[in-house]
C-alpha cells in the first residue's frame, strides 16, 4: 500500500469503539459549541448569556434539545411526507459520516493494541469528506422542497446555489495542498507538514512550522471563505436570513427533527473546523511554542493539540457571526464566481509553476518561466478578445420631458387649410366680445 | 476494503441516532390538532396556493447549477494533476495549463454574456 499500512489493522472491537467516540465526541462538540457560540456572542455584546443550566451555563444546550425532544411532531399538510421524515435523517448522517477520515493523533496503544487515533485513512480521504459535504445539501435541499412552503422553498434553492458554488472555491484552493502534499490521505498530508524549515534570521536560527497555512496563505484564506459560505454562516447566512426567509429550508420543522438540522449544521462547523486544521494548520501537531518540548507529538497530547486548534477556528466562526452583517445576495454570488474562482485558478497554475522550477531542477527554469507568460498572455487575450458589439438603442434627443415621446422640436408642419379656416373665423372677435363668449360656455 | 468498512460503522451509527430521534420524537410529543397548525406558515395569512411539485423558482438557480457541473468537473481533473504532479513531469504542467486556459474561455464567455450576474 502507499502508507496507509497501520490504518485497516483495527480489530473489530476497536473500530466499533472508535466509531462510538466519535460519534460521542461530535454530539459533546455540537452541545458544547452551541454554549460557546451564545456566550462568546453574548459577551461581544456585553450580556451574560446562558447561565442558569448547570455550571456557567453549560447544560443549556442540552435542556434545550430535551426540551425539543417532548415538542410536538408537526408535519404540515401540503408537505411531501417521507420526504419531509428523510431530509433531516440525510442531513445528520452525511454531516457524522465526514468524521471519519479526520486525523486525531499519532499512533498511540489502545488496550494493548497499537493503532492511529483516527478511524480510517484512505488514499482518497479528502475526496470522502467532500462528497459527504455535498450529499448534505441534499438533506437541505430536499426538506425545504418537501415543506410545501415558500419560505421553505426560497431557503433550500438559496442554501443549494450558495454551497454548490462556494464548492467550487473551496476545491480549488485545496488543490494547492494536494499539489504540495502529494497526497489526498489526511494523515499523509499531516505527515507532509510535520518538517519545519530553518529559518536563519539576524543571526539566529529558529524553525517556523511547516504548515500549509503559511507557505500556501492565498489557498487558505480562499478555503477559510469558502468554508464559511459552506456551512450557511453568517455572514453568508443566506438560506436562514430570518429577516426574509423566517427560518429558511427548517421553517416548517420542528421537534428533533429540527433538532437534528441544527445538529448538522454544528457538525459541520466542527468538521470544516477540523479540516482546516488538518488540511493547512498541521493537525494534530504541537503548535509552534509547544512544538520545542520534545514529548509534545507523542502519545495522547496531539488529541489536546488537535481540540485546541478547532476551538480557535470555531471562535473565529462565532467572531464573524458577532462582528459582521449578512451579504447581500447578488453581492455574495459575485464574490464566489467572480472574484474567488478566478484568483485560486491563476494562484494554482503559479504555484505549480513554481514548484516545477524548484523541486525539479532538471527541467529549466527558462521553460517553465516561458510556459507561464504565454499562459498568462493567452488569458489577458482572452479577456480582451473583442466581444459582439453591443445592441445600442438610438438615443432621443433630450427634450427635457424626462423620456415622454416627443416629435423633433424643430419639425415644420404645413398648417392645414381647415385650421387657416377655423383662425379666420376666430379673427374678428374682440376681448371684449371673447369674456362674454366664455360666460356663455360655461352656463351652457 | 478493510479501509473503508470503518466508515460504514460510523455510518450506521449515525443513521441509527437519525431514526431514533426521528422516530422517539413521535412518540414523545403530544399530538394535538389544530387547522392552523398543520398549514403552511406564512407570517398567520393563509399560505400562498403553490403548484405540483413546489412551485416555480427563478431560473438564475438552475443556471448556477449548469454552471457548477462545468467547475466541477474541472477541480475533478486537477484533484489527479495535483497528486501526481511531481512524477508527471514537464508535460503535466504544460497539459494543465492548456486544460485551465482552455476552461478559462468558457468562463470569460459566461462571464461576459452575464451569467454570472445575479439581477
Known amino acids: 500500500m502507499n502508507g496507509l499500512e497501520s490504518f485497516g489493522q483495527d480489530p473489530w472491537w476497536l473500530v466499533g469503539l472508535k466509531a462510538l467516540a466519535i460519534f460521542v465526541i461530535l454530539v459533546l462538540l455540537t452541545l458544547f459549541s452551541i454554549w460557546y457560540e451564545r456566550k462568546v456572542v453574548a459577551w461581544m455584546q456585553v450580556r451574560p448569556g446562558p447561565n442558569r443550566n448547570g455550571p456557567f451555563g453549560l447544560l443549556q444546550s442540552l435542556a434545550d434539545g430535551l426540551k425539543l425532544a417532548f415538542k410536538e411532531d408537526l408535519v404540515p399538510k401540503a408537505a411531501d411526507k417521507i420526504v419531509f421524515l428523510l431530509a433531516p435523517m440525510i442531513s445528520t448522517v452525511c454531516a457524522f459520516t465526514a468524521f471519519a477520515v479526520i486525523p486525531f493523533g499519532p499512533v498511540v496503544s489502545v488496550f494493548g493494541v497499537e493503532t492511529p487515533l483516527q478511524l480510517t485513512d484512505l488514499p482518497v480521504a479528502v475526496l470522502l469528506v467532500l462528497a459527504t459535504s455535498a450529499l448534505g445539501v441534499y438533506g437541505i435541499v430536499l426538506g425545504g422542497w418537501s415543506s410545501g412552503s415558500t419560505y421553505s422553498l426560497l431557503g433550500s434553492l438559496r442554501a443549494a446555489a450558495q454551497v454548490i458554488s462556494y464548492e467550487i472555491a473551496m476545491g480549488l484552493s485545496i488543490v494547492a495542498v494536494f499539489l504540495t502534499a502529494g497526497s489526498l490521505s489526511t494523515s499523509q498530508i499531516v505527515a507532509a507538514q510535520q518538517g519545519g524549515q530553518e529559518v536563519t534570521l539576524f543571526g539566529t536560527s529558529f524553525t517556523i512550522p511547516g504548515w500549509y497555512a503559511l507557505l500556501l496563505l492565498p489557498s487558505f484564506i480562499v478555503f477559510a471563505i469558502s468554508v464559511v459560505g459552506e456551512t450557511n454562516r453568517a455572514p453568508f447566512d443566506l438560506p436562514e436570513a430570518e429577516s426574509e426567509l423566517v427560518g429558511g429550508f427548517h421553517t416548517e420543522y420542528s421537534s428533533l427533527k429540527f433538532a437534528l438540522f441544527f445538529l448538522a449544521e454544528y457538525i459541520n462547523m466542527v468538521t470544516v473546523s477540523a479540516m482546516a486544521t488538518t488540511l493547512f494548520l498541521g493537525g494534530w501537531q504541537a503548535p509552534f511554542p509547544a512544538s520545542w518540548w520534545p514529548g509534545a507529538n507523542e502519545g495522547w497530547w496531539p488529541v489536546l493539540w488537535f481540540f485546541l486548534k478547532v476551538l480557535i477556528l470555531l471562535f473565529g466562526f462565532v467572531w464573524l ?49 516561458m510556459i507561464g507568460g504565454a499562459f498568462l498572455l493567452v488569458l489577458l487575450v482572452i479577456w480582451f478578445w473583442p466581444g459582439r458589439k453591443k445592441y445600442e438603442q438610438a438615443t432621443e434627443p433630450d427634450t427635457g420631458l424626462g423620456g415622454f415621446p416627443v416629435p423633433p422640436l424643430d419639425l415644420q408642419v404645413p398648417p392645414s387649410p381647415r385650421v387657416k379656416r377655423l383662425t379666420a373665423e376666430r379673427e374678428p372677435v374682440s376681448v371684449s366680445a371673447g369674456d362674454d363668449a366664455t360666460a356663455e360656455g360655461k352656463e351652457g | 476494503m478493510e479501509l473503508y468498512g470503518p466508515i460504514v460503522v460510523l455510518f450506521a451509527i449515525a443513521l441509527a441516532f437519525a431514526i431514533i430521534s426521528v422516530v422517539g420524537a413521535r412518540l414523545a410529543g403530544p399530538r394535538r390538532f389544530n387547522r392552523a397548525k398543520n398549514e403552511a406558515y406564512e407570517c398567520g395569512i393563509e399560505p400562498t396556493p403553490t403548484g405540483p411539485g413546489g412551485g416555480k423558482f427563478p431560473i438564475k438557480f438552475y443556471l448556477t447549477a449548469m454552471l457548477f457541473i462545468v467547475f466541477d468537473i474541472e477541480i475533478i481533473f486537477l484533484y489527479p494533476w495535483a497528486v501526481a504532479f511531481d512524477s508527471l513531469g514537464l508535460f503535466g504542467f504544460v497539459e494543465m495549463v492548456l486544460f485551465i486556459a482552455t476552461v478559462f474561455i468558457a468562463y470569460t464567455y459566461v462571464w461576459r454574456r452575464g451569467g454570472l450576474d445575479w439581477d
Open chain 1, 321 to 369: 457571526r458577532g462582528t459582521l452583517p449578512r451579504f447581500r445576495y447578488d453581492q455574495f454570488m459575485r464574490l464566489g464566481w467572480k472574484v474567488l474562482v478566478p484568483a485560486n485558478l491563476l494562484w494554482i497554475v503559479v504555484l505549480a509553476a513554481v514548484r516545477a522550477g524548484t523541486q525539479q531542477p532538471e527541467w529549466s527554469a527558462q521553460w517553465v518561466g
